[in-house]
């Protein structure tokens, strides 16, 4: 059976999440919950700030940006595909994916 990009996008996330100590994977819930409510539209690196200490944690982009997914599939956050450009500067002026609370 050919493996499809959405099921190695899936696999990788997964691989994110479950590698990760529970306290950065609750840290980084809580912390996508708090910016939804809080702010009309962000970006990863909204939650990133909120994360505190929790941000320096090894691969937490990867986390990140697996549990957003997770949020926006199970209807906590949506975006309407607009991207906003990383002001990080380790993010290169990558192009980042705008959410906002579904509860709006």
């Known amino acids: 059976m050919m493996t499809t990009g959405t099921q190695l996008k899936l696999e990788g996330q ?3 999440t479950y590698g990760t100590p529970f306290a950065i994977r609750f840290a980084v819930d809580a912390a996508i919950k708090q910016v939804a ?3 009309g539209e962000f970006t990863s690196e909204d939650v990133r700030q909120a994360l505190g200490h929790f941000a320096e944690s090894p691969n ?3 986390v990140i940006g697996a549990r ?3 949020a926006g599939r199970s209807g906590l956050i949506v975006s309407d595909g607009s991207t906003r450009v990383a002001v990080r500067r380790e993010a290169h002026a990558r192009r980042l994916l705008v959410w906002r609370s579904a509860n709006v």
């Open 68 to 70: 957003m997914s997770a």
């Open 14 to 16: 997964a691989t994110a």
């Open 37 to 39: 409510e809080r702010m």
């Open 60 to 62: 937490v982009s990867r």
